[in-house]
């Protein structure tokens, strides 16, 4: 049965079949392969792995992504971030990485802030004499942040998988997600010294930063609603997607007034595809999880991970390396399905803490999404940039990105001490 599943999910992610579709033929094949599965056990698996009152904030989350995007919200979001940052020695890098902190902090979605940012950013920097390749790496890179910085669409779902509260789980991501920021632009910096790429501009007086920020603050509220709502238990993290919905429909179309009523309909569209692709994930992920449990793998897993060592310190190591690995051939939302049911046992076993195994898990399969030669996000901006897979200048950001990683990896206060602050856990 695992075999087949197995290889039959190889062989149909080779052929090119999408990730949602690969694992259910897969799990389909793996069910009949058994011969002793009752087939009613198919849709019955698929329907509770989307019956979860956390996973309604997902299409929230998505729909309120699409119309800050289209509604003014990323345009004003890059003027500040030139105010702040553009007067440094490659000022354009340092923007589209702050300015993606701060679409980080209200969209949720990597996706999403890519194809926003990188319709601006790239050609900007292009332009301004940046190489195509540094450009599209460096966007692609900055994307990594959407899932970290709260708030998340892949902590929701996170969550509603593994019970952690999700509010605890936006917290947690604050200081790895500023940290990746930094790393990025301490990559933007040494590269700008080293092929002579100049500020974007000269230093802005603060007046026009204040300005800035005004025209920029009904935006950046947004965050403040969503993660304000869920931390002070006033919304759960649904009702505060649905109310991010409304707050976006109101400043794009009231307040900014670049959102007419005629966009809604294809704004509506895009986001329930985004949304049934996503949820067919989730559903197809828990028939995926459910034959890998019924096949024993976790407890294969744990024999052979604590064979080779019962030091958690060393078992902690070859996680992170088989994470990195998993990453780079899976996207994050299937691998963050298909493995967090096999890993959990582990981390209870070794006695982790689980909210910061699941900020260095999700940093990890998010470096994953600008890797080759399943990088989502690689390809979101090399299709922007117009720059083939192979030219792009990626692998500096992320070892970048990768050395966060490690150093949130083995000093867990990074993770744990916002959470405990906040919500005295």
């Known amino acids: 049965m695992l075999i087949a599943l ?3 999910f190889l062989v149909l992610l080779f052929l090119g079949m999408p990730v949602a579709f690969a694992m259910l033929v897969s799990g389909l094949i793996a069910v009949w392969a058994a011969g002793d599965i009752p087939s009613v056990i198919v849709p019955s698996k698929l329907f509770l792995g989307l019956n979860s009152f956390p996973l309604m904030a997902v299409p929230y989350f998505i729909l309120a992504g699409e119309v800050m995007n289209r509604g ?3 345009a004003r979001i890059v003027a500040l971030a030139e105010a702040l940052v553009g007067h440094l020695r490659g000022g354009l890098g340092h923007v589209t990485v702050v300015a993606e902190m701060l679409l980080s902090g209200i969209s949720g979605s990597a996706a999403a802030d890519a194809s926003a940012l990188g319709s601006m950013t790239i050609p900007a920097m292009v332009r301004a004499g940046y190489r195509a390749e540094f450009a599209v790496g460096l966007t692609a890179a900055a994307s990594t ?3 970290i910085i709260p708030p998340s669409i892949l902590m929701v779902i996170y969550g509603s ?3 952690i509260s999700v509010g605890a789980l936006f917290l947690g991501g604050i200081i790895p997600g500023l940290l990746m920021g930094a790393s990025l632009m301490a990559t933007v910096y040494y590269y700008a010294h080293r092929h002579g790429y100049r500020q974007a501009a000269a230093r802005v007086p603060l007046s026009i930063v204040w300005r800035r920020f005004l025209d920029a603050f009904w935006a950046l509220f947004t965050g403040v609603i969503v993660i304000g709502g869920i931390l002070s238990g006033v919304f759960t993290a649904t009702e505060s997607g649905a109310l991010a919905c409304v707050y976006a429909l109101f400043v794009g179309i009231f307040v900014y007034k670049e959102l007419r009523w005629r966009d809604l309909p294809e704004l509506f569209v895009n986001a329930a595809v985004v949304t049934g692709v996503s949820m067919m994930v989730v559903a197809a992920g828990e028939l995926f999880g459910f034959i890998l449990a019924r096949a024993y793998v976790a407890g294969a897993l744990i024999d052979w991970l604590t064979a080779l060592s019962a030091d958690p310190t060393v078992v902690w190591c070859l ?3 088989l994470l990195l690995l998993i990453g780079v051939f899976v ?9 967090i049911p096999v890993m959990m046992p582990l981390v209870k076993l ?10 260095v898990f999700l940093m990890l399969v998010c470096i994953g999404a600008i890797t080759p ?3 989502l996000l690689l390809y979101i901006a090399c299709a922007i940039g117009r720059v083939p897979v192979a030219r792009v200048l990626i692998w500096p950001f992320v070892w970048a990105l990768t050395a966060v990683v490690l150093l949130t990896a083995f000093v867990p206060w990074m993770v744990t001490i916002v959470p405990d602050l906040v919500l005295r856990r």
């Open 161 to 163: 998988v593994t019970g």
């Open 6 to 8: 197995a290889l039959s």
């Open 331 to 339: 996207e994050p939302l299937p691998a963050m399905l298909i493995f």
């Open 350 to 359: 070794m006695k982790y803490d689980d909210l910061h195994f699941a900020l």
């Open 319 to 321: 996680i992170i390396v």
């Open 72 to 74: 003014g919200i990323t």
């Open 373 to 375: 030669p399943v990088g």
């Open 145 to 147: 942040m959407g899932p």
